[in-house]
C-alpha cells in the first residue's frame, strides 16, 4: 500500500458539516415524523359495522354458555379490581396533596385515577352487555342499571 493512500487528505477531511450535522440521520427522522405527523390527521377509512345480535355473535366466536358465564365472572372481578386500585390511588394522591411533597405527585394520582376508573367502566359495561344479552347498549343504559333506575 502506498503511502499516499495511508496519508490520504482531502477537503472532507477537515470540513465535513454534513457529517458533522449527520444529514443522512436528520432526513430520514424528517421524513419519518412529518409521516407520523400526517396519520394523525388523515380521516381513518370506515371498517364496516357489524350489525348482529348476541346470540349470532356467539355463534361466530363458538362460545358455549359456560364460557359468557366465565366471561361475566371474568369481567366483573377485573371491573373491581380496577376500581379499587381507582380508589387506592385516589387517597394515596390526596395523601401526598396534603403532605406537601408535590402538586405534580397530586395531579399525576389523579391521571391515573382517571385511567384506572376508564378501565373499571369499560369491564364493567362489557359484563352488563353481556348479563343483558345485548349488544350495543349505550351509558345511558349502564347508569340506568348501575343506580337502579
Known amino acids: 500500500m502506498a503511502l499516499k493512500d495511508v496519508l490520504k487528505v482531502s477537503r472532507k477531511t477537515f470540513l465535513n458539516p454534513s457529517a458533522w450535522l449527520s ?9 419519518s ?3 407520523i405527523v400526517k396519520g394523525l390527521f388523515a380521516l381513518p377509512k370506515r371498517e364496516e359495522v357489524r350489525e348482529e345480535t348476541f346470540e349470532q355473535a356467539m355463534e361466530r366466536l363458538q362460545l358455549t354458555e359456560t ?14 379490581c380496577f376500581a379499587l386500585l381507582g ?20 395531579f399525576l ?13 369499560k369491564y ?12 350495543g347498549l349505550t351509558f345511558a343504559e349502564w347508569k340506568r342499571h348501575i343506580l337502579g333506575d
Not at 444529514?23 to 424528517?30: F, G, I, R, V, W
Not at 364460557?67 to 373491581?80: D, G, K
Not at 395523601?95 to 408535590?102: I, T
Not at 394520582?109 to 367502566?121: I, K
Open 23 to 31: 444529514y443522512d440521520s436528520l432526513k430520514t427522522d424528517s421524513k
Open 124 to 135: 364493567d359495561f362489557w359484563a352488563f352487555q353481556m348479563k343483558r344479552r345485548q349488544l
Open 87 to 106: 380508589l387506592g390511588v385516589f387517597f394515596y394522591s390526596f395523601y401526598l396533596l396534603f403532605s406537601g411533597v408535590f402538586f405534580t405527585a397530586w
Open 67 to 80: 364460557q359468557v358465564v366465565a366471561a361475566i365472572r371474568n369481567f366483573r372481578t377485573s371491573a373491581i
Open 33 to 35: 415524523v412529518w409521516e
Open 109 to 121: 394520582g389523579m391521571a391515573v385515577t382517571t385511567l384506572l376508573f376508564s378501565q373499571a367502566y
